[in-house]
């Protein structure tokens, strides 16, 4: 397997996915349309859809998750939106673009990210090929991961934790709500659209919890170590607004120790599905590796 060929070929069709469901109206509202375009089709690594086709395809049918697939992308991406705001951590470059509020204003991009949560849901309710049963599911636990019980839980913990010194467990439980909720959801969705079992879903909830700490200790690391011109984001923010990471609890040293054990913790909860689970254990590692 071509693990690279492979991944820029789901990405290109979550792409491709996106542009069919995000259709403009024509009418007065069009700047709103400008706006929600701007930041979900500003780039990005589309690993959420991407994880969720796959885990689709582990368990045998990839035709009918990508309005599940593409509204957990819109989701992310109103969550982006709402995270640059100054509101929250006031950050004026995003994938190596002005943020959403620095070119429509402040209001706009608060519609805008509204607007994107809404079109979530709108584009499941509309392009599901899923059974009722399923679909319901589906978005069961895309709401639950994206509300208060995850994502935005999740942030809660950080914005009430900017300028104090926060213990592992505090940190842990922000880590796996804020970044881990949707990549969960992602990897659960897929397998449950796919036609996986009870414990098939568990596993990739199990696989995933591992896969979203990792990524998000991998964004510890580079916000000290990387670049704005590799990342396309600012560098050294969690230092500027007082933010207790994994890194300035840890340190360099063991946070990339971490990454390694959690990156094959993730790997490990595959071995059953063999060679079948390749592409998800290629795509662990790739981003265990990645630069930005």
Known sequence: MDFLTEFEAKINVANQSLQKYFAKKENHQM???DAMEYSLFSGGKRIRPVLCAACAELFGNAEDVMPFACAIEMIHTYSLIHDDLPCMDDDDLRRGKPTNHIVYGEAMAVLAGDGLLNLAFETVLNHSKASPALTLEALRIIGEAAGAEGMIGGQVIDLESEGKAIDAVTLMAMHVHKTGALIMAAAK???????????????MEKFARYLGVAFQIKDDILDVESSVEVLGKPIGSDQSNEKTTIVTLYGLEQSRKMLEDYTNNAIETLEEYGDR?????ELALFLLRRDR
């Not at 897929?190 to 568990?202: F, N, Q, R, V, Y």
């Not at 689970?277 to 254990?281: D, G, I, V």
């Open 189 to 203: 969705v897929g397998a449950l659209i796919g036609g996986g079992t009870k414990e098939d879903i568990l596993n």
């Open 277 to 281: 689970a390749a592409f998800l254990k």
């Open 31 to 33: 700047s709103i349309y």
